[in-house]
Each structure stands twice: as structure tokens, then as C-alpha cells.
């Protein structure tokens, strides 16, 4: 299993457990920096996932992904 095959795997389980994430989060518990990237796959893989974007505390928008 590849590097970001096993991201994908990680990132579905944690959404599929009903946690939302943003690019911060997946830097965090994952290590990509690339959470867009990775998303995007699992959107072509057939998996629903839904972006909200949502604002930080210092004012920047970013975006939150949920099941």
C-alpha cells in the first residue's frame, strides 16, 4: 500500500466515525499536505464527501470536509 493510499484509508475512517477536517487537521493527524489532493480521490473513488467553508479564528476561510 502506497503513502497516499494509506492517507486515503485513514482520512475515510476518520470521516466515516462523523469527524469533519480541514487541510490544518490533515497536516496534523495524517501528515499531507495535500488533504485537497487526497479528497479529491476519494470523491472519484464514489464517496460523498461534503465541503463547507468555514471561518478560522483569524478571519481565513478554509475548507471543512464531512461525510
Same mark, same amino acid.
Given at each position: 500500500? /502506497?503513502? #497516499?493510499? /494509506?492517507?486515503? #484509508?485513514? &482520512?475515510?475512517?476518520?470521516? !466515516? !466515525?462523523?469527524? !469533519? &477536517? +480541514?487541510? %490544518?487537521?490533515? =497536516?496534523?493527524? %495524517?501528515? +499531507? =499536505?495535500?488533504?485537497?489532493?487526497? &479528497? %479529491? ?8 464527501? !461534503? +465541503?463547507?467553508? &468555514?471561518? #478560522?479564528? /483569524? ?6 470536509? /464531512? =461525510?
Amino acid at each position: 500500500m /502506497s503513502k #497516499t493510499d /494509506s492517507q486515503n #484509508t485513514k &482520512i475515510l475512517a476518520y470521516l !466515516k !466515525k462523523g469527524n !469533519k &477536517i +480541514t487541510s %490544518f487537521g490533515g =497536516l496534523e493527524l %495524517f501528515g +499531507t =499536505l495535500r488533504l485537497g489532493a487526497r &479528497i %479529491f480521490e476519494l470523491r472519484n473513488k464514489g464517496h460523498a464527501i !461534503k +465541503t463547507e467553508m &468555514i471561518e #478560522t479564528k /483569524s478571519g481565513k476561510k478554509v475548507a471543512e470536509y /464531512s =461525510l
